[in-house]
C-alpha cells in the first residue's frame, strides 16, 4: 500500500464520533446537530424540476471538460459577481466543471506538486482538512500557519522565512475562511499575488463560501478580481474554487467549478481525464440554472442574517463570541477546554459541536501552539428556531461550568 497513506490524520468527524461513544444525551431533549457545515436549508425547486428533465443524459459518457452551455454559464457568473472584464475569460480555456470543490482541491495537489522537488504546501491552521490530506498524498511536506485573533484570523504571509516560500509551491487559502469567517481583503490578496510572482507558486483560493455573507453592499473579495484590479487579465498562478454546495444548498448535487490560470487548468484537465471524474450531464444542465439565479440566493443569506443576529445575541453575554465576516460558521472561546466542553454539552444538553482542536494542528512554527483548542465550531445550518434552541441550550450548560 502507499505508505503516505499512513501519513494522514483521522477525519475530524471520526474523532467526534469517538468523543461521543458511550454517552446518552437526555432523551426529552431532541439533538440539535450543528457539527457538520451541511447546509439544511430547501435547495430551490425548479432544480429539482431541471434534475428530472434532464435525466435521459444518463445514457452518454461526460466529458471532463463539461459542457460549453455551463462553462459559459460559470464565465458569466465570475464576470458578474467579481467584476471580470468578460474578454479576460475565456470558457474553453479558464473554467472547469468539478463534482464539488472537495475532491477539486485534493486532486489539485496531485496535478500542481514537482515531486522531485523538496515541495512545501501552505495552508491556515485551523484549516479543511481536505489541505492537508492532499499534501501528504502528493507527497509535499504541509507548512501550517496559524490564524488566531491576534492576526484578525489571517495566515500573517510576511512573518513566513523567504526560504519557505521559495520550497512553496502551492498555498491553500480559504476567504471567507472555515472555521473562523475572516475574509481576506483586497490588499490581503494582493499582497498574495504578488508573493507568488516571486516565488513562483500557484494560489489554490478555496471561495465555497463567497456567497454566505451579511451585508448585502459588501460581497466578500476573490481572488481573480484581486488580480483584475492590479490590471492583470492572465490570472497567473491564480486558481479559485466555487461550489454550488453552500450558495444553493444543494450539497448532495456535487457541482463546483476551478477557474483561473490557463496553463494550470490546462493541465488539470490533463490529470482529470485520468482521474476520471467527468460531472454527469443531468447534473451540469441543471447547475446552469442554479448559476443563473441570484434570487434563492439571496435569500438563503437572508436565512443566516436572521440566524446570526439571534444567536450572537443569545451567546454573546456568556461566551466570547463575534458575528464573523461571512460564511455560516461562529468560532466561540470556550471557559473550559474543547474537548470537554463539546463532550459535556453533548451529554448534558443534546448539542453537537466541533471542538476546534480537531481542525487544527499543533504547530512548531509557532512554538508548539494549536490555534483550534479552546475554541469550537457551530455551524448555523439548521433552521432558525433549532438554533435559537441550540444557542439557550449552550448558554444554559455554558452556566454550569
Ligand atoms: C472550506 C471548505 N472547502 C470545501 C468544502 C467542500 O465543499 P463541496 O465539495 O461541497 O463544494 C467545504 C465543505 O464543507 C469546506 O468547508
Given at each position: 500500500m502507499n505508505p503516505d497513506l499512513q501519513k494522514l490524520h483521522p477525519y475530524p468527524f471520526e474523532k467526534l464520533m469517538q468523543l461521543k461513544a458511550g454517552i446518552t444525551p437526555p432523551a426529552e431533549k431532541p439533538h440539535i446537530a450543528l457539527s457538520?457545515?451541511?447546509?439544511?436549508?430547501?435547495?430551490?425547486?425548479?432544480?429539482?424540476?431541471?434534475?428530472?428533465?434532464?435525466?435521459?443524459?444518463?445514457?452518454?459518457?461526460?466529458?471532463?471538460?463539461?459542457?460549453?452551455?455551463?462553462?459559459?454559464a460559470i464565465a458569466q457568473w465570475l464576470v458578474n459577481r467579481f467584476n471580470l472584464k468578460r474578454t479576460s475569460l475565456d470558457a474553453d480555456k479558464h473554467i472547469l466543471p468539478v463534482n464539488g470543490t472537495r475532491e477539486a482541491l485534493f486532486a489539485f495537489a496531485q496535478a500542481v506538486v514537482d515531486r522531485s522537488l523538496d515541495a512545501i504546501i501552505m495552508m491556515p491552521n485551523p484549516f479543511y482538512q481536505i489541505y492537508e490530506g492532499?499534501?501528504?498524498?502528493?507527497?509535499?511536506?504541509?507548512?501550517?500557519?496559524?490564524?488566531?485573533?491576534d492576526n484578525g484570523y489571517l495566515p500573517d504571509l510576511?512573518?513566513?522565512?523567504?526560504?519557505?516560500?521559495?520550497?512553496?509551491?502551492?498555498?491553500?487559502?480559504?476567504?471567507?475562511?472555515?472555521?473562523?469567517?475572516?475574509?481576506?481583503?483586497?490588499?490581503?490578496?494582493?499582497?498574495?499575488?504578488?508573493?507568488?510572482?516571486?516565488?513562483?507558486?500557484?494560489?489554490?483560493?478555496?471561495?465555497?463560501?463567497?456567497?454566505?455573507?451579511?451585508?448585502?453592499?459588501?460581497?466578500?473579495?476573490?481572488?481573480?478580481?484581486?488580480?483584475?484590479?492590479?490590471?492583470?487579465?492572465?490570472?497567473?498562478?491564480?486558481?479559485?474554487?466555487?461550489?454550488?454546495?453552500?450558495?444553493?444548498n444543494v450539497p448532495g448535487l456535487r457541482s463546483g467549478f476551478v477557474a483561473g490560470d490557463a496553463k494550470v487548468i490546462q493541465q488539470f484537465l490533463k490529470?482529470?481525464?485520468?482521474?476520471?471524474?467527468?460531472?454527469?450531464?443531468?447534473?451540469?444542465?441543471?447547475?446552469?440554472?442554479?448559476?443563473?439565479d441570484e434570487q434563492h440566493v439571496k435569500a438563503n443569506r437572508d436565512l443566516y442574517r436572521e440566524k446570526f443576529s439571534k444567536v450572537?445575541?443569545?451567546?454573546?453575554?456568556?461566551?466570547?463570541?463575534?458575528?464573523?465576516?461571512?460564511?455560516?460558521?461562529?468560532?466561540?472561546e470556550t471557559p473550559v477546554d474543547d474537548q470537554t466542553f463539546a463532550r459535556e454539552l453533548?451529554?448534558?444538553?443534546n448539542v453537537t459541536v466541533l471542538p476546534g482542536s480537531y481542525l487544527s494542528r499543533d504547530n512548531s512554527n509557532n512554538l508548539g501552539s494549536n490555534p483550534g483548542a479552546n475554541h469550537v465550531r457551530i455551524a448555523l445550518v439548521a433552521s432558525v428556531d433549532e438554533c435559537i434552541d441550540a444557542a439557550n441550550r449552550i448558554i444554559e450548560f455554558s452556566n454550569t461550568l
Open positions: 457538520i457545515g451541511e447546509p439544511k436549508h430547501a435547495p430551490p425547486e425548479f432544480v429539482k424540476k431541471a434534475m428530472l428533465h434532464q435525466l435521459d443524459r444518463m445514457g452518454s459518457y461526460p466529458l471532463p471538460k463539461g459542457i460549453v452551455e455551463l462553462r459559459e492532499a499534501t501528504l498524498l502528493a507527497g509535499a511536506q504541509p507548512y501550517y500557519m496559524n490564524t488566531t485573533a510576511d512573518s513566513v522565512d523567504p526560504k519557505i516560500w521559495q520550497r512553496c509551491q502551492l498555498i491553500y487559502i480559504c476567504s471567507p475562511g472555515n472555521p473562523t469567517g475572516a475574509v481576506m481583503d483586497i490588499a490581503y490578496l494582493q499582497r498574495l499575488i504578488e508573493l507568488s510572482d516571486k516565488y513562483d507558486f500557484v494560489i489554490a483560493s478555496d471561495e465555497c463560501y463567497s456567497e454566505i455573507y451579511f451585508d448585502e453592499q459588501q460581497p466578500p473579495t476573490g481572488l481573480l478580481q484581486a488580480a483584475v484590479a492590479m490590471g492583470r487579465d492572465n490570472y497567473a498562478r491564480c486558481v479559485v474554487f466555487h461550489s454550488l454546495s453552500k450558495r444553493s490529470y482529470r481525464t485520468y482521474h476520471g471524474c467527468a460531472m454527469p450531464e443531468f447534473t451540469q444542465h441543471s447547475s446552469i440554472d442554479l448559476w443563473q450572537v445575541d443569545i451567546l454573546s453575554g456568556t461566551l466570547k463570541v463575534s458575528q464573523p465576516d461571512a460564511a455560516f460558521y461562529l468560532w466561540p453533548y451529554a448534558q444538553q
